[in-house]
Structure formats: structure tokens, C-alpha cells
T-cell receptor, first 117, second 111 residues
Framework: GAGVSQTPSNKVTEKGKYVELRCDPI?????LYWYRQSLGQGPEFLIY????????DSGLPNDRFFAVRPEGSVSTLKIQRTERGDSAVYLC???????????????FGPGTRLTVL | AQTVTQSQPEMSVQEAETVTLSCTYD???????LFWYKQPPSRQMILVIR??????QNATENRFSVNFQKAAKSFSLKISDSQLGDAAMYFC????????FGQGTRLTINP
């Protein structure tokens, strides 16, 4: 079946603007994750959804960042009042089960490259 | 807190040779999983291999194998018969409460 998809592939915005990044997980995967990858670094955890609820949002850097998954499938990461330091690749992943279960291998999408001018 | 350390920012190997990428980790959890992911320029993170910490046997996937030393908290990746398509960033990751990645190793394959 189809893998994790993310749109848009690239997003350029101006400082102070609002952006939304979308993630479509693998069909049937109950867990969904967002990561941020800065240039030359490994991905850093932002938030994890189990179904519709955010089970762990400890990685969100501040209250400008918010994510939703209203129907337990597609998720949207929302960034308000963007800053130049928000520029990064935002990766989404999904897994069949929750972390530390036997079905917890995370499959990643191609990411959205966000550039804040 | 979990940490993952990859001490080799860059590695290179001749095509058809064998290369080993190093990784050490730290976690206070007794139940965890370890992964190697490959990230080519397309940005897609591709799972290479997975190891459950409770299993003593080292995981293997075709040309890819790991050397898991639990007491030393070491998890290295060996790539045998390197191919040009293996060139990419390789990330080691540890899943306890959440998935934590290392800084990555850029692997170059010389023809």
C-alpha cells in the first residue's frame, strides 16, 4: 500500500506568517509522530498521537506550535507567527501500534522543507 | 533521559568492501528497541534494521548486520559488499519512551 505522504514538499513563508503542514499516515496505523530535522542534525521528536489524542507533546518547542488529528488519520502541524529559527525539515511518521509494542516500527514520510524568510 | 551518539560524522568505503558505522546510546529503561535508518538526498528515512534489546542474537537483513553489545550500550551497523546505492546519511535511533536519533554518519561509496 501507499506509504506516509506529506504536503507540501516545500514551503517558503515570511517571518510572522502562519503555516500548516499536512501528514497522511499509512492506512490503519493508529500512531502518528511529528519530528523536526535541522540542517546537519538527526530528527527531533515533537509530538505523538495515539488515535485522535496527543499522547505526548513534550517535544513541541513553544506554544506557537500545535498539531491536530481530528479523525485519527490525517494530521496537521500548525505553526503560528513563524520565526527564521523554525526553518527545518518537518518529518511525519506512523506506526501500527504504540511505542514499545511489537508493532512500533515507525515509517517516515518524505518531509516538508519549511523556509522562513 | 535518552541519548544516542554517533562519533563518525563521515565515513567512506570502496565499492564491494565492508564498512562499520558506530553508535552508542544511553537509556535508563530496561525495555527498548534500536534502529538504523538510512536517509538519502530525497529526505525519506528508510528503515535499515531493527533490534529488540531483550534479544541477544544480532539482527541481520541481507548485507546489513548489527553488533549489539548491551552491557557496553553499543549498536554498530556493518554493511557488507557495499554498493553505490548505499550512499546516504545513516542514523542510529533508540526507542524507549520516544524515538531519539543520533547526529548521523554520512557514508560515501567510492567506485
Amino acid at each position: 500500500g501507499a506509504g506516509v505522504s506529506q504536503t507540501p514538499s516545500n514551503k517558503v513563508t515570511e517571518k510572522g506568517k502562519y503555516v500548516e503542514l499536512r501528514c497522511d499516515p499509512i492506512s490503519g496505523h493508529t500512531a502518528l509522530y511529528w519530528y523536526r530535522q535541522s540542517l546537519g542534525q538527526g530528527p527531533e521528536f515533537l509530538i505523538y498521537f495515539q488515535g485522535t489524542g496527543a499522547a505526548d507533546d513534550s517535544g513541541l518547542p513553544n506554544d506557537r506550535f500545535f498539531a491536530v488529528r481530528p479523525e485519527g488519520s490525517v494530521s496537521t502541524l500548525k505553526i503560528q507567527r513563524t520565526e527564521r529559527g523554525d526553518s527545518a525539515v518537518y518529518l511525519c511518521a506512523s506506526s501500527l501500534g504504540s511505542p514499545r509494542q511489537g508493532t512500533d516500527t515507525q515509517y517516515f514520510g518524505p518531509g516538508t522543507r519549511l523556509t522562513v524568510l | 533521559a535518552q541519548t544516542v551518539t554517533q562519533s563518525q560524522p563521515e565515513m567512506s568505503v570502496q565499492e564491494a568492501e565492508t564498512v562499520t558505522l558506530s553508535c552508542t546510546y544511553d537509556t535508563s529503561e530496561s525495555d527498548y528497541y534500536l534502529f538504523w535508518y538510512k536517509q538519502p538526498p530525497s529526505r525519506q528515512m528508510i528503515l535499515v534494521i531493527r533490534q529488540e534489546a531483550y534479544k541477544q542474537q544480532n539482527a541481520t537483513e541481507n548485507r546489513f548486520s548489527v553488533n549489539f553489545q548491551k552491557a557496553a550500550k553499543s549498536f554498530s551497523l556493518k554493511i557488507s559488499d557495499s554498493q553505490l546505492g548505499d550512499a546516504a546519511m545513516y542514523f542510529c535511533a533508540c526507542l524507549a519512551q520516544k524515538l531519539v536519533f543520533g547526529q548521523g554518519t554520512r557514508l560515501t561509496i567510492n567506485p
